[in-house]
């Protein structure tokens, strides 16, 4: 990623940070790439009870800033505020204690002692730098050591 990019989104974190940021609205994420379509600066919000509403409201708020600021040196780019979704990544420790109670897919870097990489299940406990998960289907505990871990996100159980 080049240095104006890098930037441009620590200046949009650094605002969102300190004008968006609250109690009850967290922020998940910041990109700014370039798709076929152009250039797309993408905010992730998160919250309790983050929507539509919420996601209105802080597009609004940035694409307001973001014109007094003139930190895009772009003609054209496309501001997308959007939620990450049911299926988020769990992306560090912190997230897997924020998210105790919920339902998760894990995949390892490599198989376990029995060979195994992935785990499906109910994230029980971070203790140190260990997740506990509750597989159903085996009505059992694993203890996953979070350096193990390739990829984890939240998953909806059907």
Known sequence: MDALVTGIIEKVKNYLNENIKNAELDIY???????????VLRIFIDGANVGLN?????????????DEVDIIPYEKYNLEVSTPGANREIRSLEEFKKYIGRYCKVRLKEGDESG???????????????????????????????????????????
């Open 29 to 39: 994420d910041v990109q700014f790439r370039r798709e076929r379509t152009g250039w």
């Open 54 to 66: 919420e996601c209105v409201a802080v597009s609004k708020k940035v694409s307001k800033w973001l």
């Open 116 to 158: 195994r990489k992935n785990y499906k299940g109910i994230i029980k406990d971070v203790i140190e730098s260990k997740i506990r998960i509750f597989v159903e289907e085996e009505n059992k505990e694993f203890e996953i050591e979070y350096s193990h871990i390739k990829k984890a996100n939240l998953d909806i159980k059907f």
